[in-house]
């Protein structure tokens, strides 16, 4: 059955987000659970993706990881069996698809970084020679490798909304300076461990998003998911060829599939047939296992 916050009525919900569901835990956390639930163009479909969420969550956790000499993250706890005990009455629900995190005041933008040209990135290139004021250079294509990594954030929109990519300035203007240059250059670091990592495993990092916020100390935390196929375009390395679609281990194959399906990418979208949603699966559970070099049935195995 698809996972809802009415699932769990004893606790308080927060809000919804495309995948997850947000609930408050004291004053001071709150429970990030990870529905299987997924979204294209800005819609949430009628189809899951079995064990979607559980990869979401064991990747950003194992990212959390590798990335804590960088910047801290939100986690408290991924482990069902140190939750509060009013988590108690909802362990299975929420095994191997939750994090226990700080509470935290969100920055009010996205931290996108690309290091090649897709996506709405492409889009707005074609149509001004520039991404969120970086001007690129002439003759670029779809998957072409950027002259270097570049950071262009985005609005944060309501679901059903799209996200907007906007300058650096603007960015700084929402959030103030020194904010905007500190994430600002964590997100380029990041983005530079992961490519790094990911190369190691024959992938190429084509472009992330990430969510900062600050704790009740002031400290500025990475947030909400890291690095997974819902918020990154990973590519095979051997079988980049710019010029086209990438083959990728993210939910680019959902959107090819719809675009050539003809939706008009309004709500309600469409249900997904069984054979995508198979290789939906096996895509996000790849990605884990190639970027982790854990197996996925081991992960849940011990969640």
Not at 4 to 11: C, D, I, P, S
Not at 67 to 84: G, K, Q, R
Not at 105 to 114: D, H, L
Request: negative net charge.
């Amino acid at each position: 059955m698809p996972l809802t916050h009415e699932e769990f009525a004893g606790l308080t919900h927060l809000g919804s987000g495309k995948v997850r569901e947000l609930f408050a835990v004291g004053d001071d956390a709150v429970l990030l659970v990870a529905s299987d639930r997924i979204s294209a163009f800005d819609v949430v479909l009628p189809t899951e993706i079995p064990d979607k969420g559980a990869v979401l969550t064991a990747l950003s956790l194992w990212w959390f990881d590798e990335l804590a000499d960088l910047v801290p993250s939100h986690v408290i706890s991924a482990n069902v069996d140190e939750y509060p005990a009013e988590l108690a009455p909802y362990t299975e629900q929420l095994r191997g698809r939750s994090m226990l995190c700080r509470r935290l005041a969100m920055v009010p933008v996205e931290a996108v970084a690309r290091g090649y040209l897709t996506g709405s990135g492409l889009k707005d290139y074609r149509r001004t020679g520039a991404v969120s004021g970086h001007t690129l250079p002439a003759g670029l294509v779809d998957g072409s490798e950027l002259p270097r990594v570049i950071y262009t954030p985005s609005t944060k929109a309501p679901i059903g909304e799209h996200d907007e990519n906007i300058s650096r300035a603007d960015a700084a203007d929402r959030v103030g300076p020194e904010v905007a240059g500190e994430v600002e250059k964590l997100t380029l670091q990041i983005f530079g461990r992961a490519s790094e990592l990911a190369a190691e495993r024959g992938l190429l990092l084509a472009d992330t998003k990430f969510e900062f916020g600050h704790d009740g100390d002031g400290v500025l935390r990475l947030a909400d998911e890291v690095l997974t196929p819902d918020s990154s375009r990973f590519w095979p390395a051997d079988q980049w060829k710019p010029g086209q679609a990438q083959p990728s281990f993210d939910k680019q194959y959902v959107r090819d599939y719809l675009e050539a399906a003809g939706w008009d990418k309004t709500e309600p979208g469409p249900a997904l047939p069984e054979e995508i949603v198979a290789a939906t699966r096996a895509r996000y559970v790849e990605a884990y296992e190639r970027l982790t070099g854990i197996s996925f049935a081991d992960y849940l195995a011990t969640a």
